[in-house]
Protein backbone atom coordinates (compact mmCIF):
# COMPACT_ATOMS: atom_id res chain seq x y z
CA UNK A 1 0.00 0.00 0.00
CA UNK A 2 3.05 2.45 1.13
CA UNK A 3 4.28 1.90 -2.75
CA UNK A 4 0.94 2.81 -4.25
CA UNK A 5 1.04 6.16 -2.07
CA UNK A 6 4.71 7.08 -3.15
CA UNK A 7 3.50 6.85 -6.80
CA UNK A 8 0.92 9.53 -6.31
CA UNK A 9 1.49 13.31 -8.28
CA UNK A 10 1.09 15.00 -5.13
CA UNK A 11 4.17 12.81 -3.35
CA UNK A 12 6.28 13.44 -6.44
CA UNK A 13 5.66 17.45 -5.94
CA UNK A 14 6.03 17.21 -2.20
CA UNK A 15 9.67 15.27 -2.44
CA UNK A 16 10.40 18.29 -5.76
CA UNK A 17 9.45 20.44 -2.98
CA UNK A 18 11.61 19.65 -0.37
CA UNK A 19 14.77 18.97 -2.94
CA UNK A 20 13.98 22.95 -3.87
CA UNK A 21 14.37 23.87 -0.51
CA UNK A 22 17.26 21.98 0.08
CA UNK A 23 19.24 23.57 -2.46
CA UNK A 24 17.96 26.74 -1.55
CA UNK A 25 19.55 26.24 2.41
CA UNK A 26 22.76 25.08 0.53
CA UNK A 27 23.26 28.30 -0.59
CA UNK A 28 22.36 30.39 1.59
CA UNK A 29 24.30 28.99 4.31
CA UNK A 30 28.09 28.70 4.83
CA UNK A 31 28.41 25.05 5.03
CA UNK A 32 31.47 22.89 6.69
CA UNK A 33 31.34 19.95 4.47
CA UNK A 34 29.78 21.12 0.49
CA UNK A 35 27.52 18.22 -0.30
CA UNK A 36 28.09 18.84 -4.19
CA UNK A 37 32.35 19.30 -4.16
CA UNK A 38 32.88 17.15 -0.58
CA UNK A 39 35.32 20.53 0.13
CA UNK A 40 36.17 20.77 3.57
CA UNK A 41 36.45 24.38 5.16
CA UNK A 42 38.55 25.86 8.29
CA UNK A 43 37.85 28.69 10.58
CA UNK A 44 40.21 30.31 12.35
CA UNK A 45 40.41 32.98 14.61
CA UNK A 46 41.95 33.55 18.21
CA UNK A 47 40.00 33.52 21.49
CA UNK A 48 40.48 36.88 22.30
CA UNK A 49 37.82 39.43 21.66
CA UNK A 50 39.42 41.73 19.70
CA UNK A 51 43.01 40.82 18.07
CA UNK A 52 44.44 44.54 18.10
CA UNK A 53 43.55 47.10 20.17
CA UNK A 54 45.40 50.46 19.93
CA UNK A 55 45.57 54.18 20.19
CA UNK A 56 47.12 56.28 17.50
CA UNK A 57 47.38 59.68 17.13
CA UNK A 58 48.39 61.37 13.91
CA UNK A 59 48.36 64.56 12.30
CA UNK A 60 46.92 65.03 8.68
CA UNK A 61 45.86 61.39 6.56
CA UNK A 62 48.23 59.03 8.03
CA UNK A 63 48.57 55.73 6.72
CA UNK A 64 48.29 52.84 9.26
CA UNK A 65 48.59 49.34 7.60
CA UNK A 66 46.96 45.84 9.33
CA UNK A 67 49.10 42.48 8.09
CA UNK A 68 47.55 38.78 8.43
CA UNK A 69 49.65 36.00 7.18
CA UNK A 70 48.49 32.41 6.83
CA UNK A 71 50.73 29.44 6.42
CA UNK A 72 49.19 26.49 4.94
CA UNK A 73 49.78 22.83 5.94
CA UNK A 74 50.65 21.74 3.07
CA UNK A 75 48.23 19.14 2.43
CA UNK A 76 46.87 20.76 -0.74
CA UNK A 77 48.70 22.18 -3.74
CA UNK A 78 46.26 25.06 -4.51
CA UNK A 79 44.81 25.97 -0.94
CA UNK A 80 42.11 29.08 -1.14
CA UNK A 81 41.63 31.35 1.91
CA UNK A 82 39.94 34.43 2.58
CA UNK A 83 40.34 36.97 5.69
CA UNK A 84 37.39 38.69 7.45
CA UNK A 85 37.99 41.41 9.49
CA UNK A 86 36.02 43.66 12.02
CA UNK A 87 37.40 46.90 12.98
CA UNK A 88 36.01 49.26 14.89
CA UNK A 89 36.80 52.99 16.11
CA UNK A 90 36.19 54.71 19.40
CA UNK A 91 34.27 51.63 21.20
CA UNK A 92 33.41 48.17 20.22
CA UNK A 93 29.67 48.62 19.89
CA UNK A 94 28.02 48.56 16.81
CA UNK A 95 28.37 51.90 16.83
CA UNK A 96 31.51 52.21 16.28
CA UNK A 97 31.22 50.04 13.49
CA UNK A 98 32.50 51.90 10.15
CA UNK A 99 29.52 53.16 7.52
CA UNK A 100 29.62 55.37 4.70
CA UNK A 101 31.28 58.61 4.72
CA UNK A 102 30.36 61.26 2.26
CA UNK A 103 31.48 65.02 4.26
CA UNK A 104 32.80 65.13 7.61
CA UNK A 105 34.42 68.24 9.67
CA UNK A 106 32.62 70.70 7.54
CA UNK A 107 32.35 69.04 4.36
CA UNK A 108 36.26 68.80 4.08
CA UNK A 109 36.20 64.94 3.11
CA UNK A 110 33.61 64.88 0.01
CA UNK A 111 34.48 61.48 -1.09
CA UNK A 112 32.93 58.10 0.14
CA UNK A 113 34.71 55.75 1.90
CA UNK A 114 34.02 53.52 4.50
CA UNK A 115 35.28 54.81 7.56
CA UNK A 116 34.41 56.23 11.14
CA UNK A 117 34.40 60.12 12.97
CA UNK A 118 33.58 61.38 15.54
CA UNK A 119 33.29 64.85 14.47
CA UNK A 120 36.92 65.55 15.08
CA UNK A 121 38.93 62.66 14.69
CA UNK A 122 38.62 60.57 11.51
CA UNK A 123 39.63 56.49 10.44
CA UNK A 124 39.09 55.62 7.01
CA UNK A 125 39.73 52.53 4.56
CA UNK A 126 42.48 52.71 2.03
CA UNK A 127 42.69 49.47 0.49
CA UNK A 128 43.11 45.72 0.49
CA UNK A 129 45.70 43.39 -1.18
CA UNK A 130 46.01 39.83 -1.13
CA UNK A 131 49.40 38.06 -1.97
CA UNK A 132 50.05 34.19 -2.47
CA UNK A 133 53.29 32.84 -2.52
CA UNK A 134 53.30 28.99 -3.48
CA UNK A 135 56.38 27.79 -2.82
CA UNK A 136 55.57 28.71 0.91
CA UNK A 137 51.83 27.72 0.53
CA UNK A 138 51.66 31.38 2.39
CA UNK A 139 48.77 34.16 2.38
CA UNK A 140 49.31 37.53 2.88
CA UNK A 141 46.92 40.33 2.90
CA UNK A 142 47.38 44.07 3.89
CA UNK A 143 44.63 46.15 4.59
CA UNK A 144 45.27 50.23 5.05
CA UNK A 145 43.44 52.42 6.70
CA UNK A 146 44.22 56.19 6.84
CA UNK A 147 43.53 58.25 10.05
CA UNK A 148 43.64 61.94 11.38
CA UNK A 149 43.39 63.03 14.80
CA UNK A 150 43.40 60.42 18.15
CA UNK A 151 41.89 56.89 17.21
CA UNK A 152 41.57 53.89 19.43
CA UNK A 153 40.69 51.01 17.34
CA UNK A 154 39.93 47.70 17.64
CA UNK A 155 40.53 44.89 15.12
CA UNK A 156 39.23 41.46 15.26
CA UNK A 157 40.13 38.68 12.08
CA UNK A 158 38.73 35.20 10.94
CA UNK A 159 39.88 33.33 8.23
CA UNK A 160 37.95 30.38 5.96
CA UNK A 161 40.29 28.15 4.33
CA UNK A 162 40.41 24.94 2.52
CA UNK A 163 43.39 23.75 4.67
CA UNK A 164 44.61 24.08 8.02
CA UNK A 165 47.08 26.61 8.93
CA UNK A 166 48.88 29.13 11.80
CA UNK A 167 48.27 32.73 11.28
CA UNK A 168 49.27 35.96 12.56
CA UNK A 169 47.72 39.46 12.91
CA UNK A 170 49.74 42.44 13.38
CA UNK A 171 49.98 46.37 12.56
CA UNK A 172 52.80 47.03 10.28
CA UNK A 173 54.81 50.30 10.17
Known sequence: MSDLISQLPERGLETA???????????????????????LNYTGQS???????????GGGMTKITLTTTMTCDGSQDWPEANL??????????DANKFSYLTSVAGGSFYYAMLGWTDGTNIIGYGGRSRLYDATLKKFTWTVDFYYSGTITYYAKIALRST???????ARTL
Open 17 to 39: LRQVDQKNSEFKAAQRISGASGQ
Open 163 to 169: CPGAATF
Open 47 to 57: ANPWDITQTIT
Open 84 to 93: YMDVRAGGTG
